[in-house]
């Protein structure tokens, strides 16, 4: 792929004269070479995870996608489309098809096939583990072309080598998450360098690529949104600063009208950009755009200014006036959807704490405090604002453009942590701009102290080429000192970068997190293997047809790896459910077995960490039950659960939370066990505390299977009793 | 998951409602009436004497319930007054919205006991203030500090309604109307200015700042600090001279200390900018060496401060990985 792109670049530097050709040569020889090795480095950081661990999938969401790329690739793709899934939201059933964003499923599947064409008959998981690391090998290449657009080659390979390794990129990205995110950045950064060539070639061609690339970011991701937004803002922007061109024109209608078109053929998505609130922006610049481009040909024919002065405010004054009353009719007539809650908690941060616990109990959307940020991007916190003085220095639409993505995105990010992944590319770009920039300026000034005229690859440097250009005419022998310290610090810092990244990555990005790893009192490894153990127990003893009840969470991981029906899942599309969940776990035993009852429930399955020290668990999460319960049935009070404000499960516990199913299911017999050396009976290692209730009698349950380490512990409902 | 910021040990307030029932003794009751009508948005101020006359020396039950603020100005605690003027709203809410029912307001009375003029803290047994409870049934209760908190703590203990809380707006009618004008006034001579380009805004330096300012604010975690309405410092449980400024442990912060590492962070980033494009043009080389060296060595503290921090905030330590044939064994 690497020389591919790169050939016509060889064919046109050997039509050089032959000296120039000899350092072109060497300099296209250097890029592409480091640009392979930074191709590779991507992929093979991301292998940690399976060199600790093994090839498998991650997380929660991910089992959804390998179970639904299994099915698309065993049954096809008109199966896969009209899938009705009935294992899922028991008894509502979900329709698979129609709620999913295809594009992870298909690119897999393709690859998959593509392989089996050239006769490599690997497993569809193997394909599935890796098609994150490749994807992100994709986005380098398109990091070091996009960097070349918006300043120069130097950049666009710095870009390439900082993304690879990017922790807050690597997160999502890792051999075995196989999750949307994984495509979804590369058709992010690829719809954006499209469309930033676009709008500087004004050709039709680019512009047709960038709606093929928004095409593919809608199948894959619901973060296109962020794209139909930024681009138009963009827009906009040009527009008032007085850029508007025919480029602009070209670009941006191509773009949003076939893109439109395209996402339009996703059913998840349908007419929505047409009717939702959060897409209407794109739909008002492109009108904006059409009254720009007829007030320029009515000028164009009209000679007078004054009356054309006239006639500009008329329209203006009208086109603002027709845009808001069609706005104002259809939001009132309902024909136009108002933004989701989603959305506005992007823009009102305290939306979501307040009106959608469902969203705010997900730790990856709880905002982002200053550490998270040092620890997925690291150095480039600090390039990040000499980046931005540069590209303020050199103001250009493709600049404008980077800077608008970096900032927009950044907000997002200190608003949402896992939004750090969609700000990603634009600060590696924006801080590979400031490591070029710093190191062409001093190592230009370093070769003008050695007599040596200015060699052929600075070609278009820019700014640095005129700041070098100022420091040429004061050659005093202390600023090659200076500069020289300065490199030393620069690759200082990068190296530390490149440390920190690779440790990141091997201890704290590659856990998959349904396999646990701990470290003995021996410095040693130990696996808690209870996920997987507890589901291939589901799969194997229990009937075919049966129903598990357990937090959403675990959805996706029951039905793939289980393949038993859940109630709920990680697809959090109906709140009531949830919360109907959440209210037999937080009721008495007799009124949850009946909330089971009702549901056909035959096993319930509940996280404990108590044993082993695991703190993600459901006594952990129990609250999140609680909220999400009491906001659809207001009999579940969270202050039942408290006291004083505070949460505990020892013997101060308020007399609920000791007898509600979540803390009788989750501390059955756990009272006979001791857990660690020197304490009690029933000493709960997840926090800390000795329980509160150690005499814990079911009635309409019975315990079924519990997995060695505790971690997962699954009851069978009993049937009713006889009635006389 | 959920971040249970345990209120007892940090402001220092109290709130205890005397809850009583039947036995009239419409005196008692008609004096707090006419205190409360003469009282700033009817929250009583109660002294030694009227802590004997209305609660200690009244025969239980009582015939109406008091809700009593501990306050401290000498404290001087921001956090508390903050929940002082929100008790306040809530106490001008229950009497306004129950208007006409003396039924009803005669049944609860907001009071307030300072620590300076009351021996009172001793004899409710208030030593470590926040204790939120209820001294009838000697229950520790959840009331976080809003105004809807102590509403609904209220309804829960007497079975009164309070009803919806009236907040004062923002900003009063005669500051709309001023700033009103003020911009009405404005107006002519700001579309003018912009129609000749030469506002504020047309100057890229300007947008510069915003965009660095901007940064500021997404990565010192100001959204975080916002969202999770955190304070910009604490007191030190142990000594309360003390401030803690920097939280052990990633999914939160203080306010200080997101400041203060987004400063690090744009400090190091523009004098970088500043050293390779504005440093150059500097002709004297005597400065220029002074600044470049002041630079370096600042540089080089901010980052091994900020990861020193983040290590330790995080809990990680981040090392090299050697091959393992470079080991000694």
Redesign the interface.
């Known amino acids: 792929m690497v020389t591919k792109k790169t050939s016509p670049d060889l064919l046109n530097s050997f039509s050089f004269k032959s000296l120039k050709l000899k350092t072109k040569q060497q300099e296209l020889l250097i890029r592409v070479s480091i640009l392979g090795l930074v191709y590779v480095l991507a992929f093979i950081a991301r292998l940690f995870s399976v060199l600790r661990y093994e090839s498998m999938i991650h997380e929660f969401d991910p089992y959804f996608n390998y179970r639904t790329t299994l099915f698309l690739t065993e049954k096809g793709f008109y199966e896969f489309w009209n899938w009705f899934d009935s294992e899922s939201w028991y008894p509502l059933g979900r329709i698979i098809g129609g709620t999913l964003y295809p594009g992870l499923m298909v690119t897999a599947a393709l690859i998959y096939w593509a392989l089996r064409f050239l006769r490599f008959f690997v497993h569809i998981r193997e394909v599935c583990v890796l098609t994150a690391p490749f994807f992100a090998s994709n986005t380098t290449i398109v990091a070091y072309f996009f960097g070349k657009e918006i300043w120069d080659t130097g950049a666009g390979l710095v870009a390439a080598a900082l993304i690879a390794i990017c922790p807050g990129y690597i997160s999502r990205s890792v051999a075995g998450s196989y999750d949307n995110e994984a495509v979804a950045i590369f058709a992010l950064l690829l719809t954006f360098y499209l469309f930033v060539k676009a709008v500087k070639t004004g050709s039709l061609s680019w512009a047709l690529g960038s709606a093929f690339g928004y095409f593919y970011m809608v199948s894959a991701w619901g973060g296109y949104v962020f794209i139909i937004n930024l681009i138009p803002l963009y827009v906009l922007v040009l527009l008032i600063t007085g850029r508007y061109s025919m480029r602009l024109y070209v670009a941006y209608n191509c773009m949003y009208i076939l893109g439109m078109l395209l996402a339009m053929q996703i059913r998840f998505v349908g007419f929505q950009h047409v009717q939702s609130g959060e897409h209407m922006g794109a739909m008002g610049v492109f009108l904006l755009m059409q009254v720009f481009y007829f007030l320029d040909w009515v000028k164009y024919k009209l000679n007078d200014t004054k009356l054309f002065q006239t006639f500009l405010k008329i329209t203006v004054t009208s086109a603002v006036l027709v845009g808001g009353i069609a706005l104002g009719v259809g939001t009132a007539s309902g024909y136009i959807s108002p933004w989701t809650g989603r959305f506005y908690s992007l823009l009102d ?2 939306y979501a ?1 307040d009106h959608i616990p469902i969203i705010a ?1 997900v ?1 990856e959307h ?10 997925d991007y ?2 480039l ?10 590209c ?2 050199r ?1 250009s639409d493709a600049t404008i453009f980077i ?1 608008m993505y ?2 927009t995105s ?2 997002f ?3 949402m942590v896992r939004l750090i992944l969609v700000a990603t590319p634009a600060v590696c770009l924006i801080s590979a701009i ?1 490591v070029s ?2 190191v062409k ?2 190592t230009s ?1 370093l070769r003008t102290k050695q007599k040596i005229p200015q060699a052929g690859s600075t070609k278009g440097v820019g ?1 640095s080429k005129s ?1 070098s250009k ?2 040429l005419d ?1 050659s ?1 022998p ?2 090659k000192n ?1 500069a020289i ?2 490199l030393v ?1 620069v690759f200082y ?1 990068l190296s ?1 970068y490149a ?2 990244c ?3 990555t ?3 990005y590659s856990s998959p997190s349904i396999v646990l790893a701990a470290r003995g009192a021996h410095g040693n490894r130990i696996i808690f293997d209870d996920y997987r153990e507890a589901y291939y127990w589901l799969r194997q003893n229990t009937p075919t047809d049966a129903k598990v009840m357990s937090w959403w969470d675990y959805g996706y991981q029951i039905t793939a790896m289980g393949n038993r029906t859940v109630i709920v899942d990680n697809n959090t599309w109906n709140n009531t459910h949830i919360a109907t969940v959440g209210r037999a776990m937080s009721s008495y035993e007799d009124e949850a077995y009946d909330i089971m009852r009702s549901l056909d429930v035959n096993y319930v399955l509940v996280v404990f960490g108590g044993v082993t020290g695991y703190s ?1 668990d459901d006594i ?2 129990f ?2 039950m609680v909220r999400i319960g009491g906001g659809v049935y207001p009999v579940i009070k969270e ?1 039942d659960y ?6 505990r499960v020892d013997k101060g516990a308020s007399p609920k939370m000791l007898n509600c199913l979540m803390y009788k299911l989750c501390y059955y017999r756990f009272g006979e066990l001791v857990t660690e050396y020197g304490k009690p009976t029933g000493y709960d290692r997840a926090r800390g505390v000795e329980i509160g209730n150690k005499d814990v009698k079911l009635e309409h349950l019975e315990e079924a299977y519990t997995t060695s380490n505790w971690i997962v512990r699954i009851y069978r409902v009993k049937p009713p009793t006889n009635r006389l | 998951m959920a971040d249970h910021t345990n209120l007892s040990h940090r402001f220092f307030l109290s709130i205890a409602l005397l809850s009583t029932v039947a036995v009239t003794e419409p005196d008692l009751t008609g004096e707090l009436v006419s205190l409360r009508s003469s009282s700033e948005s009817g929250v009583i101020r109660l002294n030694d004497e009227s802590v004997s006359r209305f609660i200690t020396s009244v025969s239980i039950p009582r015939p109406y319930s008091l809700i009593i603020f501990f306050n401290s100005i000498n404290l001087n605690s921001e956090p508390l007054q903050e929940f002082r003027r929100e008790f306040g709203f809530v106490s001008a809410s229950f009497t306004s919205n129950n208007n006409n029912r003396s039924d009803v307001t005669d049944k609860l009375f907001f009071c307030e006991i300072d620590s300076t003029d009351s021996e009172a803290f001793h004899r409710f047994g208030i030593r470590s203030l926040p204790q939120i409870c209820l001294k009838a049934m000697m229950e520790e209760d959840d009331v976080d500090g809003t105004a809807e908190s102590v509403a609904e703590f209220v309804e829960s203990r007497t079975h009164l309604t309070v009803g919806p809380i009236h907040r004062p707006p923002l900003l009063s009618k005669t500051q709309i109307s001023v700033i009103a004008t003020l911009i009405a006034i404005s107006a002519p001579f700001l579309i003018k200015k912009v129609l000749k380009g030469e506002t504020v805004l047309h100057n890229s330096r300007v947008w510069l700042y915003g965009a660095v300012f901007v940064y500021f604010f997404s990565v010192s975690g100001t959204m975080h600090n916002i969202i999770k309405s955190v304070p910009l410092f604490l007191t030190d449980r142990e000594d309360s001279n003390k401030l803690v400024f920097f939280y052990e442990g990633s999914q939160y912060q203080l306010g200080a200390e997101g400041f203060s590492v987004g400063f690090l962070y744009n400090a190091v980033g523009l004098l970088l900018a500043y050293v390779t494009n504005a440093l150059v043009r500097v002709r004297n080389v005597n400065e220029q060496r002074v600044v470049m060296m002041l630079v370096m060595v600042v540089s080089l503290l901010a980052v091994k401060r900020v990861v020193y921090l983040d290590n330790w905030k995080t809990g990680y330590q981040i090392q090299m990985y050697w091959p393992s044939s470079w080991q000694w064994h």
Do not use: C, D
């Not at chain 1, 709880?366 to 620890?375: D, G, L």
């Open positions: 941060p305290t704490k109990s730790s709880q905002p982002t405090a200053w550490s998270s940020f040092m620890f690291h150095i916190l600090f390039l990040f604002p000499a980046g931005l003085y540069f303020f220095k103001l800077v970096g900032l950044l907000y990010a200190g608003v400031a920039a710093t300026n001093l000034l700014s700041s100022v420091t004061q005093q202390f600023q200076g310290a300065l610090g810092l530390r440390i920190h690779t440790w990141v091997s201890e704290a993600s952990n999460k609250l999140w202050p408290l006291v004083n404000g505070e949460f």
